[in-house]
């Protein structure tokens, strides 16, 4: 499989989600603005229960959207997931964080709909 390319935006906030599938496993990427590496979260699925793991560099908030699409993937695609997060945009609203994070989860759904087809 190729790599996948996810494009979503509202007002100035517009994020681009990049996946590529390793074996069965699967590999995200998520940015959004100013690119970077905030978070990094791996999603397992291990005897029918999904968890995740988050890592995130200080001082940076991006491990709410990669803890909950590594999570959501892993369950949905009952295989293990690495999503890495950054997005940045100065002096960002609270309404334009919260749709950043709805942009975000639309693209997860998104992206399980076209790997689940693909299987």
């Known amino acids: 499989m190729g790599r996948i390319v996810l494009e979503g935006s509202r007002g100035r906030v ?10 069965p496993d699967t590999l995200v ?4 603005g100013d690119a970077h590496i905030g978070a990094a979260a791996v999603g397992t699925f291990t005897g ?9 560099v200080p ?18 695609l009952r295989s ?7 997005i940045h945009y100065d002096n960002m609203t609270p309404d334009e964080i919260t ?8 693209l997860i759904v998104e ?8 299987e």
Do not use: P, Q
């Not at 990427?29 to 959004?32: E, L, M, N, W």
């Not at 709410?64 to 999570?71: G, I, P, Q």
């Open 14 to 23: 517009s994020i681009i989600l990049n996946a590529v599938r390793l074996g």
């Open 80 to 86: 293990n997931v690495v999503v890495v997060a950054g």
């Open 59 to 76: 001082s940076h908030r991006d491990d709410r959207v990669a803890k909950d699409a590594a999570e959501k993937l892993s369950k949905s």
């Open 111 to 118: 992206l399980v709909e076209k790997l689940c087809k693909k």
């Open 29 to 32: 990427y998520i940015t959004g």
């Open 48 to 56: 029918g229960l999904a968890s995740s793991s988050v890592i995130t």
């Open 99 to 106: 749709s950043a994070i709805r942009i975000c989860e639309e």
